[in-house]
Nanobody
Framework: QVQLVESGGGMVQPGGSLRLSCAASGSGFSIYAMGWYRQAPGKQRELVARIVSGGSRNYADSVKGRFTISRDNAKNTVYLQMNSLKPEDTAVYYC??????????WGQGTQVTVSS
């Protein structure tokens, strides 16, 4: 079993920055990919960014050039650096991990609000 604990959400003005962190813990697991999804009110959950064990990254078109995902394999932690934030980035952000055995895990979510 894997537990994902997120931190770093909050409220920021447009143009500001936030950094989200997600630490995976548990025993007997090996993670293939970690990523971030978000869900705004009334909308479906969508992929924001994802990084796999070899380092390959992919991003939603809406965040390319503004968000950067990184991973510390030794700490089983993934980060999402969010710059030039826009009001449309407001959502609950969820950490996601996929293990090599194909099990998928979710964090509890952290609120990001971009507002003046």
């Amino acid at each position: 079993q894997v537990q994902l604990v997120e931190s770093g959400g909050g409220m920021v003005q447009p143009g500001g920055s936030l950094r989200l962190s997600c630490a995976a813990s548990g025993s007997g697991f090996s993670i293939y990919a970690m990523g971030w999804y978000r869900q705004a009110p009334g909308k479906q959950r969508e992929l924001v960014a994802r990084i796999v064990s070899g380092g390959s990254r992919n991003y939603a078109d809406s965040v390319k050039g503004r968000f950067t995902i990184s991973r510390d394999n030794a700490k089983n932690t993934v980060y999402l650096q969010m710059n030039s934030l826009k009001p449309e980035d407001t959502a609950v952000y969820y950490c996601n991990a996929r293990a090599w055995d194909s099990n998928i895990y979710w964090g509890q979510g952290t609120q990001v609000t971009v507002s003046s």
